[in-house]
C-alpha cells in the first residue's frame, strides 16, 4: 500500500515532535511536510528544532525545510496539528477548507457543537458529526479533536463503567506531568519541589469533555451523557504521564470484583480493533497496592494503553480508582494518529 | 518562670530531629533528655544522628547521651514522643503510668475512646478525656495525641466551615511530601519523576480522625461529627508541605464571599490565642489562582499557619478549595509543642 | 542614622526580588524606588511581580510604581542593579554618569580594566579603581561589579589559600542550581531526572574572574593573580546553592591540618569585619564526610556564609576540598548589597 | 544453537533485576535460576522481588522459586553476580570453585592480581588472566570483573584517546545517578533539591580501576598503565546515568579535530566487534554544546554506547570533554553480560 502523506503542523513544539517521532515508520502515513512559525520557516527542521526527546529525530524529517502553516503550500489528505490554541482556531479551519482531514490536539474547536472530540475505543460513530460540519462550513475537509490530555485516560475508563452500570456522579483530580504544558512550559523554579494547584482553563476542560465523547450521536448533534462531575487539576514534578484519582457513583452500585471486570474486560469497537495503534491491551488492571505510577507505567503498551488500579469502595459514592495515561502520546500525538487511523479505517478518507 | 524538663523519645529520627529542633529556645519548655533505640543507646547524640534539618543541631543536645525510652531513667513531666506505632504502643504507657504528659505523634493511642486527638484550635475542651483516660486506665500521667500530618491542616480548614456552615460531606485528595514517611522513608528510586498514588494506612486516618476532633465531647467520650469522608491519598515528590484537594458539601450552602470570610476570619477559642506556638494567623487565605503551594508556603507562620486557597464553586457538592499545612512541623512536632502549651495553660500539668 | 535611599534597577526579576527581600528592614538603606522593563512600568509592583520567593513580599515596596530604568527619574546615591547583561551596559553608565554608584550582578563591565569585581573578604582595596574609573569615564557616579556567582565561594576559600601557601593551579567543576539562571530560566522538561553539563560563558567567567579578584591593585590598574584555573560548569536539578569540586596546586604544600586551619582562621580584612551583611563567619568548615550539602547548608549565616568540606590529598595537584555558596543571595544581590556597605564604611559614598 | 543456562546471583536487588531483564530473549543465554537471601529464599521470584524497572518483569522468571547463593543447589556454566560486595566475597569463589565462570558486577575481587576487571572494548586480551588465577586458587571455574559504573564510560573514552596519543594526568568529576547506590539505596530526602559530594569507596575506584583496565597483560600480571588520576564524585538526583567532566593530559597533544576524530572511529577489538551486546556504535559523539545529558542520552545504542560531548581546549591539561554511560546497563549488568559474551567468543567456556 502507497502510504498516505501527511503534514505536522506546529512541528517544532513538545506536541509537534512527538507527532514527527511517532510518524517514523507508521506502516499508513508518511510525513511529507512540517510546519512551523516565522521563526522557524525556510530553514531546516533538524536545525532549527530543539529537539527536546530522549528518541532520536527521524532521520528524512531532519533535512525537512519548515514551511509555514499554509494549505496553499502544504497539500495533504491529512494534516495533524500541534498548533496552540489560538493558531489552531484560524489555521485549522483553512486547511479543513482546502479538503484536509484536520487531526487536531488544540481546544479550539473541541466544543463547537459539529466537531466531534474522538476517542476511538469510546466514540467511534461520533465521526458521524463530520457530515453535518462539512455541509454546515461548506468545507471539503474536516476537524477531529482529541481531547485533553487529562480527560482521555479517565474518559476510556468511565466508558467501560457506563456501558455496564450507568454514570451518576464523578470526582477527578489530577497529578499531571509538566510535558502537559509544552515546551518551554513550566519553569524549573516554579515546579522544583513543588506542586502547582492549578492549570488554567483544565478543569473546565476535564468536566466538560468525558460528558461529551461518552454522549450519544442525535440528528442535532452530540447529547452530552447525563452526568457530573468535579475536578481538581494539579501540576507536578512529573515528567510524562498523568495520574487521576476518581470516586465514581454509578447509576447501579455493583460489588469490586464486579466493576473490576468490567474494567479489565473492556473490548475496543470492532472498527478499531486492529488499527496500527490499537492499544494491546486498551486498558490494563494492576494489582499492585501502589500502582499505576508513571515512572513505571506510562510506557504500557508503548504509551498507548490506560493503566488502572487501586479500585476500592468510596464512603460517599460507589468506588474510588486511580488511572495513569501518557499525556503526550495517548493524550496528545498518539491519540490524534490513532483518530487518523479510525478515519481511514471508516472509509472518511479522500 | 522556670522552665518544664520535656524529654524527647525516638529522638534521633526525622520528627525526633523537628522536636529537638523546634524546642530550641522554647519559653516554656527545656529538653533535658533524648531517647533511642538500642542501636544509639549511651552514644552522644551529635555523634549518633544523622542530622537531616538544614536548622543546625541545638549545642546543649549534641552533647546528651541518648537514653533507653524507660521513665525509670527519664522522669520529666511532660514527654514528647515520636516513636513509631508499634514502639509507642508498648512505651507511651509505660511514662503514662509513671505520671509523664506525653504528647504522642504515633497513631498507635489515637483512634481510643478515651484518648483526644488534640488540635488546640479546634477541640481545646477535648483535653476532657484525660479524667476519665486516668480513672480507666490507673495512669497518673496521660496520653495526648496529636493528628495525623495530612488530617491537621484540613480539620483546621473544616472547623471553621463546621462553625458556621455545618458540614455533610467531604471529599479529600492528599499531595503528601516524603518527609511524611521519616527517614530513611521513600526511596528516590522510587518517587523521583514520579508519583504513588497509595500511602499505607492513610486514607483510613484522614477518613477517621476529622471527624473525632470536630465531633463532641460528651459524657460517655467523643461523638464523632455527623458528616462522610472519602479520601485518596498521594506520594509526590516534594520535600515538606502536604497539598489537600477539598471538596465540600455543608449543611447550609453559601456564597463564596461568605465562604471565605468564614475562613479568614477563624479565630482559635481562646484559651489558645496566646500560646508561645499559636500560628499568626491560624489560618491564611491566599488570593493568587495558584496558591497555596508548597515550596512558597509551607514555612508561613513559622510552619504552623494553614494556608488556603482557590476557593470555588464545585458543581457536585458546594464548594472546592485547597488546603496546605507543613507535615514535620504543623502536622507532627510542631503540633505537639502547640497541644503542650494548651496543657500547660489549662493547668493539666502536674 | 536616617537611612540612604536607594533603587533596584529590573526589580521584577529573580535576582530583582532577591535585592528587594534582602533589603527589607537593612539597618542602612532603604529602597525607595524599584524599576523594570516596559512590560511592567507605571504599574504596582505587587501586581505585575511575579514573586517567587518563599519570604513574603515587603509591604511598602508592593505599592511602588514600577519606574523606568531612567536616571532623570531614579535620582539615589545607590543603585543596586538586576539588569541582564545587555541593558545593564547601555543603563548602567547612564546612572553613574548621573552620580550614583552602581552595584551591579551583570557581567557586563565585570572586566573592564577601570571596574572593580568585589568581595568585601577577599579584595576591599580594589575599590581604589574608583577613582581612575571616575576620571577616565568622566563619571560622578562609579560601577562596581560583584562576581559570577560560581566565582564567588571558591574565591573567598582560594583567599585563604593564597594568602598562606600561594596558589598555581587550579581545576573547577561546578554543580550549579537553577535559580542560576534566572526566571523563568531552565525550563522543567529540562533538568528533571536531567544534569547540563553546559551553561553559556560560565566557564570563561570562573577561569577569569578570580584570577582579577585576587590581584595585585597596580598603578595601571588590577595585575591579576598568577594562577591558572580550569573549569567545568553543570546545571543540576537543585533550586538553590552552586556546589565547586576544586583541586588545587599551591605555591607552596603543607599538610592537611595546616591546610585546614589556614581556612578555618580565615578572617576578613578589618574594615569589612562589622558590616551588617559580614557573614558570621565567613568560612566555615563542615566536618561531616559528606559536606557541604546545598540543600542542608546553602542558608549558613542567612546565606551568606561560604561553606566548605571534604578536604583532602589530591594526586595530581596537593588538595581537593569542596565549596558551597548560595547562588541568588552571598553570589547575587546580597553580596551587592554587601558591597555598597564596604563602600559606605570606605567613605567613599556621596 | 542450544541456550547457555545462566544463573542471577542476588536477582531480587536493583541490578538483579537489570540482568534478568536484558536476560530476557538473549539470543545465547537463558536464565535457569535466581538466588536471593534467606528473606526471600523459597518464594516465587515474582510475589517477593520488588520490581523497580519499567520494563515488565519476565514471564518465566516470575515464576522461579529463589534458590539460596548455594554452587550445590545451582550448577550452571555462567553465573552473573548482583551480590553487595561483603557476600561477594564469600559466595562468589564457591561457584568459580565448582566450575563456574562468574561475571560479577561487585568490587570485591577486583583489585586481586589475578582476577580482570574486563571492558571487551578495552581491554579483551585481559582473560588471559583466567589461566594463572585458575592454577593460583585451584578452580576449575573462575570470576571476571566488571568496573565500577563510572569507571565504564570514562575508561572506554580514555582507550580511545591512549591508542593514539598516551595519557598522563587524568581530572575526572562525577555526577552520578541514584539508581548507582542500588535500592532502596538514597533516601529522597536526601538527593531532593541537592547534591551529595560523597560517594564512599567511589573515588579511590575511579582512581584505580581504569589504570588497571588500560594496563599490559604481562607474564606476572597486570601492569596498570603510567598516568594518574583525580577523581571528584558526587550524587546527583537523577535516576539513571552517570556524567563524567574529564580534563586530559596526554602524551602528545593534538588539535581538537585530530582528538576527535579519534574518539570517534575509535573500532573495537574485532574479537568483540559483533557480539549480541556490542554497542552500536562503542563512542558516539554529540556535537550539540550541551550533550552528553542523562535524560536524552542514557538510552543511546540501548544503553550500551558510550556519549561523549564538549570536547575543548583545556587551560591546564590539554583537553576538556564529558562522557556519559548508563550506569545500570552499560556499568552493570549490560557490562556483565557483554562480557561473558566475550568469553564465550573466545572459547573460554567449557
Known amino acids: 500500500m502507497k502510504k498516505i502523506p501527511v503534514a505536522?503542523?506546529?512541528?517544532?513544539?513538545?506536541?509537534?515532535?512527538?507527532?514527527?517521532q511517532l510518524l517514523e515508520n507508521h506502516p499508513w502515513f508518511e510525513v511529507v511536510a512540517v510546519t512551523g512559525s516565522d521563526r522557524s520557516t525556510n530553514q531546516k527542521y533538524g536545525q532549527v528544532c530543539r529537539w527536546i526527546l530522549p528518541e532520536p529525530m527521524p532521520k528524512p524529517v531532519k533535512e525537512y525545510l519548515v514551511l509555514p502553516s499554509d494549505p496553499s503550500l502544504v497539500e495533504v489528505p491529512v494534516v495533524f496539528s500541534a498548533l496552540p490554541s489560538e493558531k489552531a482556531r484560524v489555521i485549522e479551519p483553512e486547511f479543513a477548507r482546502a479538503g484536509s482531514l484536520v487531526f487536531s490536539n488544540a481546544s479550539a474547536y473541541r466544543y463547537e457543537p459539529d466537531v466531534p472530540i474522538l476517542l476511538p475505543e469510546v466514540n467511534p460513530g461520533h465521526t458521524g458529526l463530520l457530515a453535518a460540519q462539512r455541509s454546515n462550513r461548506q468545507w471539503s475537509g474536516a476537524i477531529v479533536t482529541n481531547p485533553n490530555c487529562t480527560s482521555t485516560g479517565m474518559t476510556i475508563t468511565l466508558k467501560a463503567l457506563q456501558d455496564t452500570f450507568g454514570l451518576r456522579r464523578v470526582f477527578a483530580v489530577s497529578l499531571q506531568a509538566v510535558s502537559g504544558?509544552?515546551?518551554?512550559?513550566?519553569?524549573?523554579?516554579?515546579?522544583?519541589?513543588?506542586?502547582?494547584?492549578?492549570?488554567?482553563g483544565e478543569e473546565e476542560k476535564v468536566e466538560l469533555?468525558?460528558?461529551?465523547?461518552?454522549?450519544?450521536?442525535?440528528?442535532?448533534?452530540?447529547?452530552?451523557?447525563?452526568?457530573?462531575?468535579?475536578?481538581?487539576t494539579n501540576r507536578v514534578p512529573v515528567s510524562d504521564g498523568h495520574v487521576v484519582c476518581l470516586?465514581?457513583?454509578?447509576?447501579?452500585?455493583?460489588?469490586?470484583?464486579?466493576?473490576?471486570?468490567?474494567?479489565?474486560?473492556?473490548?475496543?469497537p470492532e472498527v478499531c480493533a486492529e488499527l496500527p495503534s490499537t492499544p494491546k491491551p486498551v486498558i490494563i488492571y494492576r494489582d499492585e497496592p501502589d500502582?499505576?505510577?508513571?515512572?513505571?507505567?506510562?510506557?504500557?503498551?508503548?504509551?498507548?494503553?490506560?493503566?488502572?488500579?487501586r479500585l476500592r469502595t468510596d464512603p460517599l459514592l460507589h468506588i474510588k480508582l486511580v488511572v495513569l495515561s501518557h499525556n503526550t502520546i495517548r493524550g496528545a500525538a498518539g491519540g490524534s494518529i490513532y483518530n487518523a487511523e479510525l478515519l481511514v479505517q471508516q472509509g472518511m478518507l479522500g
Chains 1, 2, 3, 4 share one sequence.
Open 247 to 268: 470516586s465514581i457513583e454509578m447509576d447501579q452500585s455493583a460489588d469490586l470484583p464486579t466493576v473490576r471486570r468490567a474494567i479489565e474486560d473492556y473490548l475496543p
Open 209 to 232: 469533555e468525558p460528558r461529551k465523547m461518552l454522549g450519544r450521536l442525535e440528528e442535532t448533534g452530540i447529547q452530552p451523557a447525563d452526568f457530573v462531575i468535579s475536578a481538581h
Open 291 to 309: 500502582r499505576p505510577q508513571p515512572r513505571l507505567d506510562r510506557g504500557t503498551g508503548d504509551g498507548m494503553t490506560t493503566v488502572v488500579g
Open 8 to 20: 505536522v503542523l506546529g512541528a517544532t513544539g513538545a506536541v509537534g515532535q512527538r507527532f514527527v
Open 181 to 200: 504544558a509544552g515546551y518551554p512550559g513550566v519553569p524549573s523554579l516554579d515546579i522544583m519541589d513543588n506542586v502547582i494547584p492549578f492549570i488554567g
